[in-house]
């Protein structure tokens, strides 16, 4: 399959899951009871404010209203976490895992670290994010809609790893002929912001409810300037600008504005591949592999009730952003287009890897 009948293929696959309705849910009671709530990451970051967000919602629509505490398990960029979660057994409705882009992307390149099968799990709620890049308030002073005057600037950047999510940042930057130097191992991307902010980096990208949780305010503060968000798919598997910053250009202009970068040939098809496999479906509540499916249902129904709370447009755009949100069979339909990308970007990014960065996956 190419990039480009990959992405209009996965684009339909979204759009037909958003479709999908809940099923029944059955007579489960869990009062008196409570969840953990497990994210891989620190308590800093962007999938943190993701799952606190959510967690209290949670709580409103499931049956019993059972407590929903957020746990954090930071440790190997996710894939301890999700090594964890891929042994658990506790099916009875209370424990839940949640993963973002940067589980994804270990698992759809064969990193050897990588002990969990998502075909195993029940994925009950999925939702798409953005992301958006932002400099320094002095190297961003440079910054005129192309990275031409930016180029001969080396940039520090606070990096879990280049085989992350980071990885969508890193190689568009590249892309764009930018000297970034990553600093690799911290345990969240929120750990990556406050480098920035301490001014031990001088770059910095984040997934939406990140930005919207702290990047804006530096933004507005004057502290920092964005650069570019990767934007969003429309309906043909076009890039568009992202729906939560459409005020922020996305890479894909900025790259067109860029001596030298090119959204054709493989390295664009590589990045957009990537792209759409790590942010349209960037985050996912699961619950353990054996889990009845009752208790599959309930949170099924559940998620689909905090989804259509009248106010949930308006809450989750200020703290998440603007995207869709799949739930139950849907969830594990946009799961597919999460956990999959052509032969040919995978070969590209992992070239890449090796030349780059030095890192081989075996």
């Keep these: 399959m190419t990039v480009s009948n990959f992405t209009r293929r996965a684009t339909m696959a979204l759009i037909a899951a958003a479709g999908f309705a809940a099923p029944a849910a059955a007579d489960v009671d869990l009062a008196g009871k409570t969840v953990e709530w497990v994210i891989p990451f620190s308590e800093t970051g962007g999938s943190a404010k993701w799952a606190n967000f959510f967690a209290p919602?949670?709580?409103?629509?499931?049956?019993?209203?059972?407590?929903?505490?957020?746990?954090?398990?930071?440790?190997?960029?996710?894939?301890?976490g999700a090594n964890w979660f891929q042994n658990q057994t506790k099916g009875d409705g209370t424990l839940l895992f949640g993963s973002s882009g940067s589980t994804q992307f270990p698992y759809l390149l064969g990193d050897p670290r990588v002990r969990y099968e998502y075909n195993d799990w029940n994925a009950v709620m999925a939702?798409?994010?953005?992301?958006?890049?932002?400099?320094?308030?002095?190297?961003?002073?440079?910054?005129?809609?192309?990275?031409?005057?930016?180029?001969?600037?080396?940039?520090?950047?606070?990096?879990?790893?280049?085989?992350?999510?980071?990885?969508v940042p890193l190689l568009a930057w590249q892309m764009l002929g930018m000297n970034v130097e990553p600093v690799f191992g911290i345990k969240g991307r929120g750990d990556g912001r406050l480098m920035f902010e301490r001014g031990e980096a001088t770059i910095d990208y984040q997934t939406s409810s990140g930005y919207l949780g702290g990047s804006a305010e530096l933004v507005a503060n004057g502290d920092a300037v964005a650069m570019m968000s990767w934007g969003a798919?429309?309906?043909?598997?076009?890039?568009?600008?992202?729906?939560?910053?459409?005020?922020?250009?996305?890479?894909?202009?900025?790259?067109?504005?860029?001596?030298?970068?090119?959204?054709?040939?493989?390295?664009?098809?590589?990045?957009?591949?990537f792209f759409v496999a790590g942010f349209p479906v960037q985050k996912l509540a699961f619950l353990p592999a054996g889990t009845d499916q009752d208790i599959v249902n309930t949170y099924t129904t559940a998620f689909e009730a905090v989804v259509a709370r009248a106010d949930f447009p308006k809450?989750?755009?200020?703290?998440?952003?603007?995207?869709?949100?799949?739930?139950?069979?849907?969830?594990?339909?946009?799961?597919?287009?999460?956990?999959?990308?052509?032969?040919?970007?995978?070969?590209?990014?992992?070239?890449?890897?090796?030349?780059?960065?030095?890192?081989?996956l075996k």
């Design 127 to 167: 939702s798409g994010t953005g992301g958006v890049a932002y400099l320094n308030a002095d190297d961003g002073a440079k910054f005129d809609g192309s990275a031409n005057g930016l180029k001969d600037i080396d940039f520090i950047y606070g990096s879990q790893g280049a085989t992350r999510l980071d990885l």
């Design 57 to 80: 919602l949670l709580s409103e629509e499931l049956p019993g209203n059972p407590t929903v505490v957020v746990k954090f398990m930071p440790g190997a960029g996710s894939t301890k």
């Design 233 to 273: 798919l429309d309906a043909d598997g076009n890039i568009v600008r992202d729906p939560t910053f459409p005020e922020i250009p996305t890479f894909k202009e900025v790259c067109e504005a860029t001596d030298g970068c090119e959204t054709s040939g493989e390295a664009w098809d590589a990045w957009k591949a």
């Design 315 to 360: 809450i989750s755009s200020k703290r998440v952003g603007k995207y869709l949100v799949f739930t139950g069979a849907s969830a594990q339909t946009a799961l597919g287009t999460a956990t999959n990308v052509p032969d040919e970007a995978k070969a590209y990014v992992t070239t890449w890897l090796k030349d780059a960065y030095g890192v081989e």
